[in-house]
């Protein structure tokens, strides 16, 4: 059974930053394109990175520049480090792995960021 364990969420100032980490356990972690997604409260779901089996990198325009997503084939970790962060980034932040045409599609239960002074 496969399992999406996020964590490093937590309560930082506008301006600060954060590594967020998601654990995947099971042998499929090199076949996974991994992503990030975010939703504020009263919002929509909404994508903000993704890193495929070869490495490639993907973001929207509205944080490119500010997360970075990467990845641990060793560890079976997939990271986004944020910084620069914006009271607008508050969120739950969820961890996603899938395969192509979502044949395999897998989500973590998400962990909290809270940008605030």
């Known amino acids: 059974q496969v399992q999406l364990v996020e964590s490093g969420g937590g309560l930082v100032q506008p301006g600060g930053s954060l590594r967020l980490s998601c654990a995947v356990s099971g042998s499929i972690f090199s076949i996974l394109s991994m992503a990030w997604y975010r939703q504020a409260p009263g919002k929509e779901r909404e994508w903000v990175a993704t890193?495929?089996?070869?490495?490639?990198?993907m973001y929207p325009g509205s944080v490119k520049g500010r997360l970075t997503i990467s990845r641990d084939n060793v560890k079976n970790t997939v990271y986004l480090q944020m910084n620069s962060l914006k009271p607008e980034d508050t969120a739950v932040y969820y961890c996603n792995g899938y395969t192509g045409s979502r044949t395999m599609d897998y989500w973590g239960a998400g962990t909290l960021v809270t940008v605030s002074s």
């Open positions: 890193i495929t089996t070869g490495g490639t990198m």
